[in-house]
């Protein structure tokens, strides 16, 4: 098939690389680049780079909604359009242009999270399955009609991190197996039950900051969800730390945000219900390392306190809607 692709980050370059062996993907699409790294350069995304070690056409526009950019795209005369994690609406004009219309790769089981970081809220909510859906784009915000869904299970271990890694791959082989059905005719449209959506809000760094009054079981969640963006953090006696590892301690009391142990294992730290023994840790400036790394460089004992700002939007917190 004549394919119009459009994403910007890793997520969707898997797609990507899998369509390049089995269809042929007359351009992409990918937001402008970005400053990145210490000095702020000019940096392109993972899906522009991909494209260009197969010298693709790559199309850059700020808006999908000029009439250049349009005509574009419909000289181009694409069977269909696979957008996944691009990142900029897609008008109608531009939705009616391709044969078979575009296809969303969105990574949750629809009408669950929908909307920009359904990975990290389907960990912070304690769900045990997501998954990835093929739907047909329409103009709202992930409400078209699903063509395909696969589950896939939430471990207790997973981060954002390796979640994400999950789904990118079941994102690949599922927009396969969604075309193959597509050219069969056998996809089967199915309407979302809007009363069962909910929203993923995008990520903002603020919500990353532990209220320790929550239960230890949330914070926990926190951790693995904003794992590696944008991390969870508190102050320990005025400096900053990140926490990238966390296991619950369970039925261990104590004023919120107090340590209760210290040892090579971790830092235990109590919370609203239950605690934590913080287990991976960052300081500023430095790399993620063990507690016990961390102990030998910064002395931390039973009694010290963690604080956080409890004014700031509270991270940790379940989206239920």
């Known amino acids: ?46 899906v522009k780079q991909l494209a260009l070690q197969h010298d693709l056409p790559v199309l850059q526009p700020a808006t999908l909604k000029t009439e250049e950019i349009q005509r574009t795209l419909a000289a181009l005369e694409a069977d269909v359009m696979v957008v996944a994690a691009y990142g900029l609406i897609l008008p109608k004009a531009v939705l009616q242009l391709p044969r078979y219309g575009c296809l969303n790769i969105h990574a949750s089981l629809l009408p669950r999270w929908r909307g920009a970081a359904p990975i990290q809220r389907a960990i912070l909510a304690g769900d045990t399955e997501t998954g990835i859906t093929i739907m047909k784009m329409d103009e709202g915000l992930d409400t078209g009609d699903m063509l395909l869904r696969n589950a896939c299970p939430i471990e207790a271990t997973d981060t954002g991190h390796t979640l994400h890694d999950k789904l990118a ?65 508190a102050n320990l006696n005025g400096m900053p730390i990140k926490i990238w590892q966390a ?40 790399k993620a390392q063990s507690a016990a790394q961390l102990l030998q460089a910064m002395p931390i004992k039973a009694g010290d306190h963690f604080s956080a700002n409890y004014n700031q939007p509270p991270g940790c917190r379940s989206l239920t809607t």
């Open 1 to 46: 098939m004549k394919i119009i692709f459009a994403g910007t980050p890793h997520f969707a370059a898997s797609a990507l690389a899998a369509l390049l062996k089995e269809h042929q993907v007359v351009a992409v699409l990918a937001q402008p680049d970005r400053p990145a790294g210490r000095g702020m350069q000019l940096t392109a995304g993972p």
């Open 169 to 233: 791959g079941m994102g690949a082989s599922s927009i396969l197996e969604a075309l193959r059905l597509l050219q069969e005719n056998r996809l089967t449209p199915i309407k979302q039950d809007d009363d069962a959506a909910c929203y993923a809000a995008k990520l903002v760094k603020s919500e990353a900051q532990i209220d320790w009054r929550q239960d230890a079981r949330q914070i926990e969640r926190a951790v693995r969800a904003y794992n590696p963006f944008p991390v969870c953090h």
């Open 247 to 286: 296991k619950l301690c369970a039925e261990k009391q104590g004023d919120p945000g107090k340590v209760l142990a210290v040892d090579k294992h971790g830092i235990t730290v109590a919370c609203g219900k239950d605690a934590l023994r913080l287990e991976v840790l960052q300081r500023p400036g430095g």
